[in-house]
T-cell receptor, first 116, second 113 residues
């Protein structure tokens, strides 16, 4: 079974609108962390947001928020007020276990294109 | 405070040559991870190292690939006798090992011609 599933290979959004990028995960470990990364066309991986499995509140970072639904095992990324610079690949990722080991499993990504 | 530094950013090798990719972790980080990203795909875990130790190499191909993280100096991912299928972006990440997120370098894009 896939550990991280991103079902949207590509998405379009109008500038200034909000967009939700889907991510579901599969783990039996009670302790895990969920990440979203942005990869623009230049290729670097940019960390956006993190949600721990025990965090009570949904994570937010500026225009990014993570809609964490633990029972449904989903961790969707919401980008509010989209900007042209948001056009990029977005990867959802999961770290299982606690402590120092940081093996992270990535999804296949969603390509977001913001339309002017 | 410099981030994770990878060099070179771009590397071109002919089939059969060796490729050496370097990764200097963030200051104070002793945990290094290598990932490979094939074109149009997500990142796939290759190997996890701490200083002088390989902790998990379950994602490394059995042949031609090796990694090290010596006591002094950067971590090295070494690919011997490269083939066209090795063409990919190779990312290194580092962490302090305290349960925080890993920070990624900018990647090395290997092209085998």
């Amino acid at each position: 079974a896939q550990k991280i599933t991103q079902t949207q290979p590509g998405m379009f959004v109008q500038e200034k609108e909000a967009v939700t990028l889907d991510c579901t995960y599969d783990t039996s470990d009670p302790s895990y962390g969920l990440f979203w990364y942005k990869q623009p066309s230049s290729g670097e991986m940019i960390f956006l947001i993190y949600q721990g499995s025990y965090d009570q509140q949904n994570a937010t970072e500026g225009r990014y928020s993570l809609n964490f639904q633990k029972a449904r095992k989903s961790a969707n990324l919401v980008i509010s007020a989209s900007q042209l610079g948001d056009s990029a690949m977005y990867f959802c990722a999961m770290r299982e276990g606690s402590g120092g080991y940081q093996k992270v499993t990535f999804g296949t990504g969603t390509k977001l294109q913001v339309i002017p | 405070n410099a981030g994770v530094m990878q060099n070179p950013r771009h590397l071109v090798r002919r089939r059969g040559q060796e490729a050496r990719l370097r990764c200097s972790p963030m200051k104070g980080h002793s945990h290094v991870y290598w990932y490979r990203q094939l074109p149009e795909e997500g990142l796939k875990f290759m190997v996890y190292l701490q200083k002088e130790n390989i902790i998990d190499e379950s994602g490394m191909p059995k042949e031609r690939f090796s990694a090290e993280f010596p006591k002094e100096g950067p971590s090295i991912l070494r690919i011997q006798q490269v083939v066209r299928g090795d063409s990919a972006a190779y990312f290194c990440a580092s962490s302090s090992g305290e349960g925080t997120e890993a920070f990624f370098g900018q990647g090395t894009r290997l092209t085998v011609v």
